[in-house]
């Protein structure tokens, strides 16, 4: 993986049973891939601005073991483009302290215009012909 970014667990993000609800862990990817993006000098709101929304069109996560309150952990992301339109953010959760992995995802995406038809927009592909991603 090529990027990551750091986080703790907060109480609040905590179910019953005193793990991470499993609805909280799409929060965290989402932040982590905005990061990657404005890492990558990928303005996430110019870009809607602009009328070019990136969207989520398939989420895939894969639960290993559970966070709990406290537990410092990162997210890793990497971007690799699927198709002609599609491109797919792999992502782990790893738990700080032993490097466990707690998660593995696959986030799939394609940016719409104003008219709603998919396509990239040149900030995107720019990535993938470059593939070389800040850290």
């Given amino acids: 993986m090529s990027f990551k970014v750091d986080f703790k ?3 609040y993000e905590c ?7 499993n609805s909280v862990y799409f929060n965290y990817l989402e932040h982590a891939r ?5 890492a990558n000098n990928v303005d ?10 990136l969207v989520v069109i398939r989420s895939e996560m894969n ?8 537990d410092e952990f990162y997210v890793e992301v990497a971007l690799e483009r699927e198709s002609r339109i599609k ?23 394609t940016s ?3 008219r709603g038809r998919p396509f990239l927009p040149d900030a995107i592909t720019h990535l ?3 593939q070389q991603f800040v850290k």
């Fill in 9 to 11: 667990v907060r109480d």
């Fill in 15 to 21: 179910d019953l049973q005193g793990i991470v609800n």
């Fill in 34 to 38: 905005h990061e990657f993006l404005l």
């Fill in 44 to 53: 996430f709101a110019a870009l809607a601005e602009q009328k070019v929304n």
């Fill in 63 to 70: 639960y290993k073991d559970s966070l709990r309150p406290g």
């Fill in 87 to 109: 491109f797919a953010f792999k992502q782990k959760v790893i738990r700080a302290h032993d490097d466990k992995l707690m998660l593995d995802a696959v986030v799939t995406g």
């Fill in 112 to 114: 719409v215009n104003e």
């Fill in 128 to 130: 993938f012909e470059e």
